[in-house]
């Protein structure tokens, strides 16, 4: 039976803490998720590694006890001992089931290797790691939430179901893109007494037809008609508030960015707080026009040839 390092598939040192270590598995289990990897054989297999470290190593009393298997195992390996010499009596367990490979690294029916059915599949040192009294952590979830801009401005919720139990999360005004929100306690079912997992939800925002976001500023176009651009006057602005009535001075080029100040998006958690709208001017050249329009215009070009 081959000896595996979950200090090194969770790439932390051994006298890590425990927030460590719950920091690189959550870290590696987005990683190899199966839902993101999409039926890749080996990030499935390293996905099932990166649990099987975390049960140990996230769990004290069982790391307790693999530790002291590892000073074991270095105390062999000094001696000139191989992997495949080492002496597993003193830590095979009772109740380990047949038929397993003798690498270490295969997963059977239970989701754990031959490594871990070993050494914690039944008793040890007097504790009882099988049937009822074993524990083990719920595994994390992924969720998805697609949002529109309109919903992360004035937040809004989503229902969804886990083990058949129906949830719902109210989603804050300033949700981002690729935001992540942890819902602790409501991902899957533990083991045994084991606690429930958690759930994490990626936000996902949707394209909008009109509006562009920078961080927790929008960006637009407004269109005014040559008149207004040449006189100046007003301009209708959609915005995620509603419909206002901006000013536009004589003489506005075409392109030119106006500001308008608390018009953006909500900054999360400080809902009083607000981004700006930057709206880009876009001015509309009058087409089909009547004779009478064309003369004037003609004028109006020779007087100022004239200038």
Partial sequence: MQYKDYYKILGVDKKASQDDIKKAYRKLAVKYHPDKTKGDKASEEKFKEV????????????????????QHWNQHQHAGGGEGSFDWSAFQQRGRKPGGSSSGFGFGNSGFSDFFEQFFGGSFAGQEFSGENFQSSGQDLRLDLNISLEEAYHGTTRQFQVDGEKLQIKLKPGM??????????????????????????????????????????????VNIDLYTAVLGGKATVETLKGTIKINIASGTENGKVLRLKNMGMPFYNEPDKFGDLYAKVNIEIPKNLSAKEQELFRQLAEMRQKI
């Avoid at 099987?52 to 590892?70: F, I, Q, S, T």
């Avoid at 929100?181 to 429930?196: E, L, M, Q, S, V």
């Fill in 51 to 70: 649990n099987e470290a975390n049960e140990v190593l996230g769990n004290p009393e069982k790391r307790k006890k693999y530790d002291e298997l590892g």
């Fill in 176 to 221: 981002y893109e690729g935001q992540q929100i942890r819902i602790k306690g409501k991902g899957g079912k533990g083991r045994g007494n084991g606690p429930r997992g958690d759930i994490y939800g990626f936000v996902h925002m949707e394209p909008h037809p009109r509006f562009k976001v920078t961080q927790s500023d929008l960006h637009c176009n």
